[in-house]
Structures are given as structure tokens and as C-alpha cells.
């Protein structure tokens, strides 16, 4: 039996836009590693994000520099249980030039599950890199443009990718 897709979620530029995009985003302080971060984050995402999930048989995990931070902070805010956490800092420095230095504690931590990963810093060469790494099979980047934030369209893209992928 295949074990459920991963549902990966960054926080800056996904869930918190670098600027308020509508009346939906609130503003909160969250703290991060001893520091407070000014943030604007959205209600609704929390209970989208756990319905997505719900609806794909997916798992969601954090995928983002605020690792345990975002449980704390994040998560309480919007309505998300506690989340299991990739901790992306380990694998910093292990990533080929150009790519994201989120991507060896990724791929080391999907375990050739199929996932979708939403976050405002992927392109191209981060895609070839984990196309090409063993650990990684069947995987969907949904680039978050990170002024706007996650959208509508987002959320649909990764319930067809998850439900095609099943």
C-alpha cells in the first residue's frame, strides 16, 4: 500500500504575503527563534489547508524556516493542529548553486512519497534538482507569488495534482 501524499507548506511570501493583499489577512506578531515577526496571515487558510488534506488523503507538514516556530505562532492562528515539521536548516549548504537550501532536507524527508510543495522561492533548477534525486518520485511545486500569497487557484491546483496522483 502507498503511504498518503505530503501536503508541504511554506509560511513567508504563502501563508504571510510580504504585504497585505485584502481585508482577510490580519495582522499578528509570531515569534521565531527568540525574535517577533510582524505578519499578515489569513483565518481561512487553516481550515482550506486541513480540508485539502482531508479531501486528497494527504498529509500536511511544514516546509519552511520557521520549522517548530510555525507550530507555536503559525498554526494557532489559523486553525492548524500541531504539524509535523521538516527542519529545512539541516540541509543548508548541501544544495546544489541556484537552488533553494530547503531542498536536500526536503527530499531526504519525503521518502519518495508523492507531494506538493506550496512556496514563494522555487523555480526551475529547484524542480531538476529533486526530478534527479533518489529519494524523490512524484512531486508538484506550486510557485506562491510572494506579494499576493496563496490563492484560490493554489488550493485547486494541488486537489487536482493530489487527486490525479492517487
Known sequence: ?????????????????????????????CTAAGVAFALWLNPDH????????????????WATTWEHDANAGIGPIIGLPELPVIEV????GLEDPGCCWKIPSVAEYVNRRPFVWFDDGLGRIDRLWLEAHPNVDRFRLLHIGGNRGI???HFRQARDWLTSAA
Open 1 to 29: 500500500m502507498e503511504e498518503r501524499p505530503l501536503i508541504l507548506v511554506d509560511v513567508d511570501g504563502v501563508l504571510n504575503p510580504f504585504r497585505r493583499p485584502g481585508t482577510a489577512w490580519q495582522s499578528h506578531t
Open 46 to 61: 487553516g481550515p482550506r489547508l486541513l480540508a485539502l488534506a482531508r479531501e486528497t488523503g494527504a498529509d500536511l507538514v
Open 89 to 92: 536548516h539541516k540541509g543548508r
Open 151 to 153: 490563492r484560490d487557484a
